[in-house]
């Protein structure tokens, strides 16, 4: 039997770490929210570890 490759977590854009993406505070827990980039670097997903609130904003264009 083939093994199946895990498509749980995608790699991440390794040109930009979190660290450098824009904080976001939870709408209801005021908690800072953990953030991950998807779609190829296009757009930041926001998850909040306390009550699970999803939130998806479109990475802003480097201005140099």
């Avoid at 930041?44 to 802003?60: R, W």
Wanted: proline share 14%; with cysteine; aromatic share 6%.
């Amino acid at each position: 039997m083939p093994t199946m490759a895990d498509t749980s977590t995608p790699p991440s854009n390794p040109s930009a770490p979190t660290a450098e993406l824009p904080e976001r505070l939870c709408t209801w827990c005021k908690v800072p929210m953990t953030k991950r980039l998807v779609a190829g670097g296009q757009f930041i997903h926001y998850t909040c570890p306390k009550c699970v609130f999803q939130h998806t904003t479109k990475c802003a264009p480097k201005t140099e």
